[in-house]
């Protein structure tokens, strides 16, 4: 069973950085996009950043700020945030689209990671 672990959540003050990671684990698969979500309190899950391939995409309140990258052979997708704002506070969530072989067949697949919390406050 494919599971998304993420690490690297914390309390920062404003203007600090943090660095993100979350690692795929599980089955036989290959990586199709990984990347980060956020969510708050009373607030829709917003895309921070994807990478597909060699191509990222950002969300434009993070765009200049944050930069994601992918360690492939450790299958692991990493978000490096700096000049973090308040309104950066989130949960973060990481996302993979996965080809993965199941059932003797490759299938299509998201997975979500549980989150880790990204708090920014003096």
């Known amino acids: 069973q494919v599971q998304l672990v993420e690490s690297g959540g914390g309390l920062v003050q404003p203007g600090g950085s943090l660095r993100l990671s979350c690692a795929a684990s599980g089955g036989l698969f290959t990586i199709n996009t990984m990347g980060w979500y956020r969510q708050s309190p009373g607030k829709q899950r917003e895309l921070v950043a994807t990478m597909t391939g060699a191509l990222s995409n950002y969300g434009d309140s993070v765009k200049g700020r944050f930069t994601i990258s992918r360690d492939n052979a450790k299958k692991t997708v990493f978000l490096q945030m700096n000049s973090l704002k308040p309104e950066d506070t989130a949960v973060y969530y990481c996302?993979?689209?996965?080809?993965?072989?199941?059932?003797?067949?490759?299938?299509?697949?998201?997975?979500w990671g549980r989150g880790t919390q990204v708090t920014v406050s003096s």
């Open positions: 996302n993979a689209n996965l080809r993965v072989f199941r059932g003797g067949s490759w299938y299509y697949s998201d997975y």
